[in-house]
């Protein structure tokens, strides 16, 4: 049984670490790297036309799973599995999958779990031996909830590492991470009473720094299977620059930085309590919502893989 996820123990204090968003654009590489996750997007997914709505859903949908209590997740679970029934299709060889098909099912929680431990060797302290063991024990918990197999989740750290590499390995370059990065080239403004002049320098500051973090985080293979750049200088850069994170956030209490996480996975939970204030306040649906329409994260993958 998984230890609870309470306060003070490792997920509570990873997971929603606010330098986790760091590694956005990297776990959405890593992501649809996986050729059947990249199908779903490609045939299921219009995160290229709203990206922040999508972007908060997710994190919205991600906070409930930790600090949203046991209930919480439960029925963020059931929403998502129930929202990605209907998402089926063909790979380019022609065979079929599904949204809700176990191992890449499985690879997406395996993404999602690598990146508190990942943000914390880059830009933190890198958690200890019974802190992982801890970490990942709770995570294989939330993945039960969400729906991983038990049988698609290494049993321990040490053979999740070797999984989550012999995964990275196998990943090649694809249309779908083309798309990702041109959508971060070419994001519409967040909000419409930008001006665009404004706007406009604003997003290229913003996707210079998304793949310059892309490329310092992703593991180095793909980063070379992708073609991207990586100098001596790059990483002289990237190691000031996690420097000066360092510097920032390692006086500020563990507490305070996951507080904005617990705080939208409690929101959430109480929106879900009261769709109506949800859909007012902020329309369409999402975790708070009583529908289940859209969600950034397409699980999928081949059937019969």
Known sequence: MAPPIVRGTAAWKYFGDFRDALLAGQVLVLQVAHPVVAAGVREHSDYTEDPWTRLMRTGASLSIYVYGGVSGARVEAARLRALHRSFVGSLPDGRRYSALDPLAYAWVHATLVMVPVDAQRFFGRPL????????Y???????????????????????????????????????????????IETVRKPVGWLPDRWWRPLRRAQARGQVFLIRATVPPLLRERLGLPWTARDQRRFDRFARAVRLVSAPLPVGLRTAHMRWIGKLNVWFRAHPGVYERLIGGNGPGSANTHDHLRPHVSPRGR
């Open 128 to 135: 200890s031996t019974s802190e992982l063991d801890e970490y």
């Open 137 to 183: 024990a709770q995570m294989c918990g939330i993945g039960r909830l969400l729906g991983v197999r038990e049988r698609d989740l290494p049993p321990d750290w040490a053979a999740f590492s070797r999984y989550y590499d012999e995964m990275v390995a196998g990943f090649a370059g694809n249309p779908a991470i083309e798309q990702l990065f041109e959508t």
